[in-house]
């Protein structure tokens, strides 16, 4: 079965880079992409899991089956000597152990599927809590989630980068520091502060 990528159909730049209207277009894009995601990350999962598996039917417990199933699908290839290189020039020096500890790179369909996963995770916040929606920060400019699609409180401040935390997770599978729960026990850590 194919897995398509996320690609929009327009030049973008490094999200800190991006002016607001930038942003803003990626964003109404990505937001009328979630229900195409959605239904490709759900077929595949329901393709490839045996029958009786826990549905990818928004509840909490659901984050559990999908990390469990995603965590044998984390792949990574070595990157050229010209891409670190060039990589490494890039960076200040004091970076340069972890980049080149780090230096494996997810495949195209690693980063597909964090993608998917990180839109799930975001969906099932906003189902546990309907206040929260799908947002833009674009101020200020040194926070690290930026000009990305983040879930947001529109009467708190609570922000939150799934794909940032989905892709911090798979750096732990990625060195076998994670578990078949750490999806489903993150979201229990970051929604205390919501209740």
Request: hydrophobic share 40%.
């Amino acid at each position: 079965m194919n897995y398509f990528a996320m690609d929009p159909p327009f030049e973008i730049k490094e999200f800190r880079e991006m002016r607001k209207r930038e942003a803003q277009q990626y964003f109404d894009w990505f937001i009328s992409q979630i229900p195409h995601r959605l239904n490709q990350l759900e077929t595949l999962y329901t393709w490839s899991t045996e029958s009786g598996a826990h549905p990818l039917d928004f509840s909490r417990e659901s984050l559990a089956a999908l990390w469990e199933w995603f965590i044998p699908l984390v792949e990574s290839e070595s990157k050229s000597p010209e891409q670190i290189k060039k990589e490494l020039a890039n960076l200040p020096e004091w970076r340069h152990k972890v980049y080149l500890e780090q230096s494996p790179e997810f495949t195209l369909a690693t980063h597909s599927f964090i993608t998917d996963i990180c839109i799930y995770f975001g969906e099932v916040f906003r189902k546990e809590f309907p206040a929260l929606q799908w947002g833009l920060v674009t101020r200020p400019k040194l926070l690290y989630c930026v000009n990305r699609p983040v879930i947001v409180s529109g009467g708190s401040n609570f922000e939150l980068d799934p794909r940032h935390l989905v892709y911090i997770q798979t750096l732990k599978v990625q060195s076998n520091k994670s578990n078949n729960q750490a999806l489903l026990e993150l979201f229990d850590i970051r929604t205390k502060s919501l209740k």
